[in-house]
């Protein structure tokens, strides 16, 4: 059904990948799942992800593992290049689910966008 390979980032525990999963299923829509825990972050992923969203999007300040981060590394994420470094150093800061699609980034849940990726 997709025009393009769908790829979703994530953690498979995490309720937010398990919903996109589930709608992804529920819709017809063929994609590869990547796990954080098991694969890593890939670097070339993550830079994608930087030129297409902010990175105050990508980093996930509210949770648990953000917040466990020492406060002089929290205090020094401020641009892409630091918050590149803290992402791929601690693959659970990423806001989940990333799903890509071609040059096509959504992060967290969002139906609606989810839909346009798949046209």
């Not at 890593?40 to 994608?48: C, E, K, R, S, T």
């Not at 071609?102 to 969002?110: K, R």
């Amino acid at each position: 059904m997709s025009k393009a390979t769908i790829t979703v980032y994530g953690i498979p525990n995490c309720d937010s990948v398990k919903k996109a999963r589930v709608w992804l299923t529920d819709h017809g829509v063929d994609y590869v799942f990547h796990d954080f825990k098991k694969q890593g972050v890939p670097p070339a992923a993550v830079d994608l992800w930087l030129q297409h969203v902010s990175w105050d999007v990508l980093v996930n300040r509210k949770g648990t593992t953000w917040r466990k981060l020492d406060p002089a590394l929290q205090a020094s994420v401020v641009d892409n290049a630091s918050a590149r470094a803290v992402m791929l150093a601690h693959a659970s800061v990423i806001k989940r689910p990333v799903v890509v699609q071609g040059q096509t980034v959504v992060v967290g849940v969002n139906p609606e966008a989810w839909a346009r990726v798949i046209g």
